[in-house]
């Protein structure tokens, strides 16, 4: 039997250890001894691309952003889903994490950060959303491990109404927001309906494929409701759209 080794490790921004181990072909990222992310675990890396792009297959140019590029599977997705004249900007805020895509974990996905059509950028993705109006298609959101964070205390303001409302404006026309996440929230749902002022799937996924005991959830959200992937859920919250033109426009002037 072959033994698990750690092969590299970092401190997140709050401290915490993040470290890579290997067992014989599968590799997994923990946090403080907890498992973030494993290559034996990403059909819902998988899913979040092709949710967040199915608007986008068939389209002679398109713009996505990937935020955490974690083992690679949700850029290798969506580079197989759109073609050669696409740009794909991938934001992964630790540079450790780069290192081992392209030192170890490369072999998972055919090098992806190799592809001609990647912009890969380190450091703070809000930062980059907030200087990027009406720039994306879309944008796949797998930071941390969703709305409740794990690696950085920081990352909790991208799922706050400040984050959404810098993704909305970042968005292009018919654009849409795709959100990864370990667990479900009704918090987070009622954010993005009643809060942010848009049209919501929300996916149960699996964790791998064929499981069905081992679920993770994804939502893809949209001013267009049309451009929405068909099947989830739909949340209906009693909050009314139109209280919130003023914090929409406000948002708008100050940023």
Known sequence: M??????????????????????????????????????????????LARLGCAHLVGSKTSSVLIGGLGLGYTLRQVLDMLNTHAKVVVSELLSAVVEWNREFLGELNGQPLEDKRVDLKTGDILSLILRSKNRFDAILLDVDNGPTAMTSSENSRLYCYEGIMACRYALRKHGCLA???????????????????????????????????????VWVASEEKSVLPPGGGEPRLSHKRDGLKHSHRQFREEH
């Not at 072959?2 to 923990?30: C, N, Q, W």
């Open 2 to 47: 072959k033994p698990t080794v750690k092969i590299a490790s970092t401190r997140t921004p709050d401290g915490g250890e993040m470290e890579l181990y290997k067992h014989d072909r599968d590799f997994t990222i923990k946090i403080n001894d907890q498992d973030l992310m494993s290559s034996r675990q990403h059909e819902s890396e998988l899913e």
């Open 179 to 217: 959100v990864w996440s370990a667990e479900p929230s009704k918090k987070f749902e009622r954010l993005l309906v009643g809060g942010c002022g848009l049209h919501v799937r929300r996916f149960r996924v699996p964790a791998y494929k064929g499981s069905k005991s081992q679920s993770r959830f």
